[in-house]
Structures are given as C-alpha cells and as structure tokens.
C-alpha cells in the first residue's frame, strides 16, 4: 500500500510542477461540451435527451487524453525504465498509475460538471452524479491504465489507445449515460440502481483482470 | 504434410464439403416457408450459425491468449490470430446479413437493440485486436499484447450484453425451442457446416501462418550469412 502511494505521490507531485496533464484535460473537456453544445443545438425540450451524453463524451474523450499522457511522460524521460527497476511487483505499479488517473480524472470532473450544469441550465446540486461519476471514473481508468501502458509501447500510440479503449468501455458510457439521464429528470435514486450495479461490476471485473495482465504489457 | 495429417486434412476437406452442399440444399430446397415472413427467413440459416460460429471462435481466441500468456508458445498465438480473424469475418457476414433481413420484417435496417449492438461492439473490439498486432514494433510484443486485448476483450463480452439488453431490445427471443422439426434440422445442418468450415479454414491459417514464419526465419539466417 504504501508502494502504491508512493507512485502515486510521485505523479502527483510533478503534475503540481509541470501542470502538464490537468490543465489541458480540463480546457479540452469544456471545448467538448461547448462544441457538442453547437453541434445538437439543444432547445428547452431536447436538453433531457441531450445533456447526459454531452457530459460522458467529454469525460470520455478527455480521459483518453489524460490517460494517453499518463504512460507517455513515463516513456518520454525514460522513466517507466525506472519504475520497472523499483523492487516492487508489477501490479503494484499498476495501482499506482491507475490511482493517479482516478484522482486526475475526478479533478476535471469536478470543475467541468458545475460548469456544464450551468450551460445546460440544470440542478446544480446532484449527489447522485457524484456516485455516477466516481463508479464511471473507476471504470475508464481501469481498462484505461492498462491500454496506456500498452499504447505507449507501439508505433502509433496516440490512436491506439483510443481504438483499444472505446469498444471497452461502452457499457461503461452506457450505464453512465443512462443513470445521469435519472438524476436529470430528477426521477428517484432507485431508478438508477441497475445502471450503477452493472458500472460497479465492471470496475470490480476490469480491475481485478486488468492487475493481473498488466506485467504481460509493460514488460520489455 | 505428412500422411496421417494429409489424410486428416482431406477428411476435414470432404465433410466441410458435404455439409455445405447439404446444408445450402436443405435452406433452398427443403425447409418450408415460413408463413409471415416468406423468403426472406431463410437468411435465418446463414445469419443464425454465423453469429454462433463467430462467437466460437472468439471463445477460442480468450482460451488460447491466456495459454499464450501462460506457456510462450507461439502455436497459441497462431492459432488466436487465425481464430480472430475468421471470426472478424463470421462477425462481418452476420453483420451483413442481420440488416437485409431487418429491413423487410422490422421495417428498418438497423435498431439499437441488445444483440445487434452487442455484435457490432464485438466486430470493434477484434478489429481492434488485429490492430494492437500491427502497431507492434517487434512480433513476440504484438502477440502479448495482442493477447490481452483477447482476454479484455472477451471478458467484456457478458458486461456489453448485459448494458445493452436494459437499454434496448427487439431482436427475436431464441426461436429454437419453437422451431418447427424440419426448420430445426436445417439450421443444425447449416451450424454443422459452419463449424467445419471454421476449422478448415482455423486449420489452414495457422499453417500458412507457420510457414510464414519459417520463411521469415529462414530470410534472416540467409541475409546475415550473405553478411
């Protein structure tokens, strides 16, 4: 655990010092929305049917980004040389890159919702979307990590992970898409208890599977 | 090919053969209208075993990617390469054949629904596959990785169909328990035949997979002797 931590604090510490990764996930989650926005023109009665898709392709899209530079800056100082070094198994290194993914991801959700909530002139205060969200995130950075990892270590990194991680994730963006739809309409808690079961058996399934093959994609 | 394999392999040859021949006599010829939908059900026979097929042979790829993984044998490799392959296409053909039935019963070629959607994020995630394998830079790496997309990959397949059955269906509910007697040996038939046909050709890509390699091995002891 602590190993894990100290992967972690090591990401976290050189985001503070070179705001590498954040600050452009974040710009480019707006822009998402703010194109999208253009995009399906939504009026006062297609906003229910617009928004929660709006919100997810941002997310996913810039989780790709943020995901894609997670294992690149790794590989662009010869760190990931480093981290292999480390006497720790392989998994561990896992953890602790996915957990550095998780915190980044819910970061930018969480200066992007309100934001979004406020274009699309919605409740600004939803606890549900706080659940949703953190399952999803959990969700997208398992799978995630692990196809970083991957992507990194081919001839054409930038589009592989994205073609590797979307048909993965669908059900995630699914299940998402549809329990945001729920606390949108302000419809009861329970309504969105099947989506949130099936994201959570995801993020139990993927995170399990993806720590134990994770030493088969950053091995040299 | 020695004689016991060429043997086995003419076999295999002679019955994909038959049953095909059998299996197209029995669509065109032999099974009966079926009375709502008319001609156009007996795609049913092409579309049903395809998609089954094609779902066996991504069963095959998961199996042999983990053995891969495990033992470091190419031949696991190989043969979840090839598997994947046939099923791209199995999967291609069902995507294919499922919209020129959909259109005159359902009255449009494609719905959101569980199956339909399940196949296609199934085509996605083993063209991605096949992908993982040509962006590797060496060929042992593009195998490992290859390999545990097919895992993920698999893994997933339950999660999607689950996702998309709340979401969606329309798909008509398995048939085959009220199928009519001649309808049902005709559909067997047509599983039958595609079974073989899958093996045939699982069977014939790994061997010219085999001997690609060989030639590849056999290329770079000559180019580093002429060195």
């Avoid at chain 1, 100290?6 to 194109?35: G, N, Q, T, Y």
């Avoid at chain 1, 959700?109 to 949703?132: G, K, Q, R, S, Y």
């Avoid at chain 2, 097919?150 to 509910?173: A, C, D, E, K, M």
């Avoid at chain 2, 039958?192 to 390699?213: D, E, I, S």
Wanted: proline residues 4%; negative net charge.
């Amino acid at each position: 655990m602590n190993k894990v931590f100290a992967i972690l604090w090591k990401d976290i510490l050189s985001e503070l010092r070179a705001k590498e990764i954040a600050a452009s996930v974040l710009f480019f989650a707006i822009l998402v929305i703010v194109v999208f926005s253009f995009a399906f023109d939504p009026e006062d009665d297609t906003i229910g049917l617009v928004a929660p898709g709006v919100l997810w392709v941002a997310f996913t899209f810039a989780g790709v980004l943020g995901l894609n530079r997670m294992f690149a800056m790794e590989k662009e100082k010869g760190c990931l040389e480093g981290l292999m070094l480390c006497p720790v198994d392989r998994d561990i290194i896992y953890w602790g890159k996915m957990a550095g993914s998780f915190i980044f991801m819910i970061i930018v959700e969480v200066v992007v919702t309100p934001i979004f909530l406020v274009l699309f002139d919605l409740p600004l205060f939803m606890p549900e979307l706080a659940l949703i969200a953190v399952l999803a995130t959990v969700g997208f950075v398992s799978v995630g990590t692990l196809f970083s990892a991957l992507a990194t270590n081919t001839r054409a990194k930038d589009v592989l992970l994205p073609i590797l991680f979307f048909p993965i994730v669908i059900p995630v963006i699914i299940c998402a898409v549809k329990a945001s739809e729920v606390a949108f309409d302000g419809k009861p808690f329970g309504d969105m208890l099947s989506w949130l079961g099936i994201m959570g058996a995801f993020d139990v399934i993927f995170l399990v599977v993806s720590s134990l093959v994770f030493e088969f994609v950053i091995e040299e | 090919m020695n004689q016991t394999n060429s043997l086995k392999y003419n076999l295999l040859l002679g019955l994909s053969f038959v049953l095909i021949m059998a299996s197209l006599a029995l669509v065109f010829l032999y099974a009966p209208t079926e009375k709502e939908m008319g001609e156009i059900q007996r795609i049913f026979y092409f579309h049903v075993p395809l998609g089954w097929i094609a779902f066996l042979a991504f069963f095959v790829v998961f199996v042999s990617s983990i053995l891969y993984l495990r033992n470091r044998d190419s031949k696991w490799d190989t043969l979840a390469h090839s598997s994947a392959e046939i099923g791209v296409i199995f999967t291609t053909l069902v995507l294919i054949t499922g919209p020129i039935w959909a259109k005159p019963v359902w009255g449009s070629w494609w719905e959101w629904e569980a199956r339909l959607t399940s196949s296609l994020v199934l085509w996605l995630t083993y063209l991605a596959y096949l992908l993982v394998r040509s962006y590797a830079r060496e060929e042992s790496r593009g195998a490992r990785f290859a390999a545990v997309m097919g895992i993920v990959g698999f893994i997933n397949v339950p999660i999607v169909y689950l996702s998309v059955r709340l979401w969606r269906t329309q798909h008509p509910p398995h048939l085959v328990d009220t199928l009519e007697g001649s309808m049902l040996l005709t559909l067997l038939i047509g599983v039958a035949a595609f079974t073989f046909l899958y093996v045939l050709l699982a069977y014939h890509r790994t061997t010219l997979m085999n001997q690609a390699r060989k030639v590849r091995i056999l290329r770079q002891t000559l180019d580093e002797r002429e060195e």
